[in-house]
């Protein structure tokens, strides 16, 4: 009994260090002030301000003001015995244990109105055990303080409901145009709903799920004996009427698209915080510099520059923030043109296919779809490293005959690509319309050699094991990365986007659409992964029928020569000609002797003629020295290797040295 009196005694002493300590290091006296309006500075990953954003917020709620649905909403989702408890509510978190060990569908929470409240004290939102600790002495400290009434308007004046809102009152008027006092059930119970993910839920972008949610707190306002099973019935959906208020603080592209985020992460947190991105401040300005100093007439034009992992370095919506904030780089949907045929490349090589296997590049005269290369330029038999080189049209559209629509809309999914895809053979040539940085994120996967990879422009978090193993990427077969990279290595250095090589193995592909609508350049080089895209907000033409290897293909050999920290000259554009490296000669003859092409490259010349083939190589000796005859016309050369004829396979025949 004494040893046990002992234990006792200790047990004790260290529960009231444990009390004292929360008690030094939890801010109790804080936690009865007035809350300081939340400040986000998103900071790049080498420390450089890159937007300080302040709050839209309003005056504060007074409960015996509002309808009684209104706190009713708000307590049946989030916290069902908010007036009997004490500021924890062991039930609660029973109830959502219980829950979500054994429910597969959405977690649930145990923490209760004042432990949420409590939370918004503290300046970070790590999920320690003293920090809990620490929420759960404050939630006693203002239970024992203020009143249940005054705890529950502290808590709706200043909870985060997406749109940059903050507060009830600031939120009724930004989405529903009315003070909090004329909100309907539906309006609250949409409201409500918004606390679980509010920048995920927000009506303005996700009107359907702001809705579903809804419908979950009405059914909890059922439960909970706010209102019957009749009056739930009968409701109809909140209908929203936008308010929108002027942004008080500065902003960019890239701090538009990762702020949701920000906030989420941040949690009920208030006060100024720092948030840190992946963005790079150099990269970044070079990437602005690109832009600005293209010849890009009136058109606009946008980058996006992420490493092989999804890390955002770099981001540009446009060509002047200040004149539209609308971001092309992730708002816009365009066609990605010939970009597109990576997808179907890749699924030819799923299939079975190699880059030395030969595809028809001719016009193609049955069926309904009848595509057409650009220029009216056919090659006649060419492999398929050719024919992704020089972006056949008609050559894209035989594969995905070949392999199936279905297939290459599969391997599109794989790589990210989520956007709606037409179930045809136009798909081949970029028809549907996909976000730059799903096309960036796709070619980001190639370069990484697994896939999906997910941009974002926040360091990843912690994951626990569970969450590692569900989120794992998938690898490309070795043969198959090979064998695409070869594809991306030949269309960037010797094919249509060869104005985009560098002195480092550069690998990409150019896009353009009908009319010249869009003009696209995707690869990577060094460790970055970049797509610029130049067009015109109303989707008119562009002057001079631009195209992907053009503008935008010199825009993103500017722009990685200085990411990557390779000074590199401007290639003369005559020597940048892919119709001579690629084959890219169409000679048609009406001898009789069926379907006939040349191929011209840096080796020699192929002739094509009807189902037969022949080589003839350039590499010739120099000439005889002086005083020495020369060989007589049509005399073999001495030691140059024979012309190759290839026949039509048939019974007894066999590739034929003449």
Do not use: C
């Not at 009107?207 to 009056?231: C, N, P, S, W």
């Not at 398929?384 to 999914?413: C, E, H, P, W, Y």
């Amino acid at each position: 009994m004494q040893i046990a009196g002992w234990v006792v005694a200790a047990l004790l002493a260290l529960l009231m260090i444990l009390i004292a300590w929360l008690a030094v290091t939890a801010p109790m006296s804080r936690s009865l002030k007035p809350i300081a309006p939340p400040s986000i500075s998103l900071m790049s990953a080498d420390g450089h301000l890159i937007a300080r954003r302040g709050a839209i917020i309003d005056k504060p709620v007074t409960v015996a003001a509002l309808p009684k649905h209104v706190p009713q909403a708000f307590m049946a989702i989030e916290d069902r015995r908010f007036y009997d408890h004490w500021g924890v509510d062991p039930r609660g978190i029973a109830r959502a244990a219980w829950h979500n060990l054994w429910s597969s569908g959405s977690s649930q929470g145990g923490s209760t109105i004042t432990q949420q409240l409590a939370k918004g004290v503290f300046l970070s939102s790590d999920r320690t055990f003293g920090r809990k600790a620490r929420e759960a002495l404050i939630a006693f400290w203002l239970e024992a303080w203020l009143t249940k009434d005054q705890i529950l308007e502290r808590y709706l004046s200043n909870v985060y409901f997406g749109d940059n809102v903050y507060g009830l009152r600031a939120a009724s008027l930004h989405y529903f145009n009315r003070q909090p006092e004329r909100l309907t059930i539906p309006q609250a119970a949409m409201l409500a709903g918004l606390l679980k993910a509010p920048s995920r839920l927000a009506p303005t972008t996700n009107l359907k799920g702001a809705r579903d949610r809804a419908a979950l707190v009405t059914q909890a306002m059922v439960e909970a004996g706010y209102i019957t099973k009749a009056e739930r019935d009968a409701l109809p959906p909140a209908r929203l009427n936008v308010h929108e208020a002027p942004d008080p603080t500065s902003g960019t592209y890239f701090a538009d698209w990762v702020l949701p985020q920000a906030r989420d992460r941040a949690g009920a947190v208030y006060g100024a915080q720092n948030v840190a991105t992946t963005l790079d401040w150099r990269i970044q300005r070079l990437a602005e510099a690109a832009i600005r100093r293209a010849p890009l007439g009136k058109a606009q034009a946008a980058l996006v520059a992420m490493k092989p992992d999804g890390s955002v370095v770099a981001m540009v919506g446009g060509r002047n923030y200040g004149e539209s904030a609308f971001n092309r780089a992730v708002q816009a949907k365009r066609q990605p043109g010939s970009t597109f045929k990576l997808f179907v490349y890749l699924a030819a090589f799923r299939a079975g296919m190699t880059p030395d296997d030969f595809i028809e590049d001719t016009p193609i005269t049955t069926g309904s779809y009848r595509p057409a290369n650009h220029g009216g330029k056919y090659r006649g038999r060419i492999t398929l490293r050719q024919a992704f080189a020089a972006s056949s049209n008609v050559a894209a559209v035989r594969l995905t005959q070949k392999v199936g629509v279905d297939n290459v809309i599969k391997v599109a999914r794989d790589l990210g690509v989520t956007a709606p895809l037409t179930e045809d053979l136009s798909l081949a040539l970029g028809t549907s319309e996909i976000p730059l940085v799903e096309l960036t994120e796709a070619y980001a996967a190639v370069a990484a050699g697994a896939y999906p990879v997910l941009a974002h422009g926040l360091p990843p978090e912690e994951q626990g094991w569970f969450d590692r193993l569900m989120s794992r990427q998938k690898h490309f077969s070795d043969d198959q990365l090979e064998m695409i990279r070869d594809l991306l290595s030949s269309a960037a250095n010797r094919g249509t986007g060869s104005a985009a090589a560098l002195r480092t193995s550069t690998f990409g592909k150019t896009g353009t659409t009908q009319d010249s609508r869009d003009a696209i350049f995707v690869g990577y080089a060094g460790g970055l992964v970049t797509a610029v895209w130049i067009g015109n907000d109303d989707n008119t033409p562009l002057p001079g029928g631009a195209a992907g290897g053009g503008v935008p293909a010199r825009i993103w050999r500017t722009f990685m020569a200085g990411a990557i920290n390779e000074p590199v000259e401007d290639a003369p554009e005559e020597s940048r000609d892919s119709d001579l490296v690629n084959a890219i000669a169409n000679v048609a003859t009406e001898a009789g002797l069926g379907n006939m092409s040349v191929g011209l490259d840096t080796e020699g010349v192929t002739v094509n003629i009807g189902g037969g083939q022949l080589r003839l190589p350039i590499d010739q000796p120099q000439g005889p020295p002086p005083g020495v005859p020369g060989p007589q016309p049509g005399a073999p050369q001495p030691g140059a290797p024979p012309p190759r004829v290839i026949v039509p396979a048939g019974p007894g025949t066999t590739d034929q040295q003449p």
